[in-house]
T-cell receptor, first 112, second 113 residues
Framework: KQEVTQIPAALSVPEGENLVLNCSFT??????LQWFRQDPGKGLTSLLL?????REQTSGRLNASLDKSSGRSTLYIAASQPGDSATYLC???????????FGTGTRLKVLA | SAVISQKPSRDICQRGTSLTIQCQVD?????MFWYRQQPGQSLTLIAT?????????ESGFVIDKFPISRPNLTFSTLTVSNMSPEDSSIYLC??????????FGPGTRLTVL
């Protein structure tokens, strides 16, 4: 059974720092992995989608990497800003399914 | 991309009553998904709604408690029946589009007293 874990559960950093959020999954047979952002009390916004054949994806200050063999993905945020404060969730779509399995989330706070 | 709306955005309900949540998508999609997010928790898939067939429920969720309708390719409803305080959650609908990006609605925040 696929399980997705995110470390750390919470993170507080000063503005301007580069930071890395971690996502690990137990079964490497995945179709893709997606990173989301969720603001308090709101829905989810897709940040980056990585197909199983890809190693990384970039969008602006965000870079996500995927290492299927080790069951890990990282989300790198460059030059963090207070507006980046949110909960970040990773989700894995196992091969042969249409369903996503979500991680536990990392609650990020960027201090001005 | 897809634009998804949900109604209501929030509600406070009494124990034992039912609430129906609506989800509208701006494009036709085959599958729509309903998730629950309990306070401080991640998302758990309740069921997958296909147009023209019965919804497929995940382990721990049953049709009597969470009946779902899918009358067409752009709309679905989820009813939370005979509510208890444990049903207090954010309920989210989502869709997969070509390219596999998953889009979410803004969520319905439900509080059961």
């Amino acid at each position: 059974k696929q399980e997705v874990t995110q470390i750390p559960a919470a993170l507080s950093v000063p503005e301007g720092e580069n930071l890395v959020l971690n996502c690990s999954f137990t079964d490497s047979a995945i179709y893709n992995l997606q990173w989301f952002r969720q603001d308090p009390g709101k829905g989810l916004t897709s940040l980056l989608l990585i197909q199983s054949s890809q190693r990384e994806q970039t969008s602006g200050r965000l870079n996500a990497s995927l290492d299927k063999s080790s069951g890990r993905s990282t989300l790198y945020i460059a030059a963090s800003q207070p507006g980046d404060s949110a909960t970040y969730l990773c989700a894995v779509k196992p091969s042969g399914t249409y369903k996503y399995i979500f991680g536990t989330g990392t609650r990020l706070k960027v201090l001005a | 991309s897809a634009v998804i709306s949900q109604k209501p955005s929030r509600d406070i309900c009494q124990r034992g009553t039912s609430l129906t949540i609506q989800c509208q998508v701006d494009s036709q999609v085959t599958m729509m998904f309903w998730y629950r997010q309990q306070p401080g928790q991640s998302l758990t898939l309740i069921a997958t709604a296909n147009q023209g067939s019965e919804a497929t429920y995940e382990s721990g969720f049953v049709i009597d408690k969470f009946p779902i309708s899918r009358p067409n390719l752009t709309f679905s409803t989820l009813t939370v029946s005979n509510m208890s305080p444990e049903d207090s959650s954010i309920y989210l609908c989502s869709v997969d589009l070509a390219g596999d990006t998953q889009y979410f609605g803004p969520g319905t925040r439900l509080t059961v007293l």
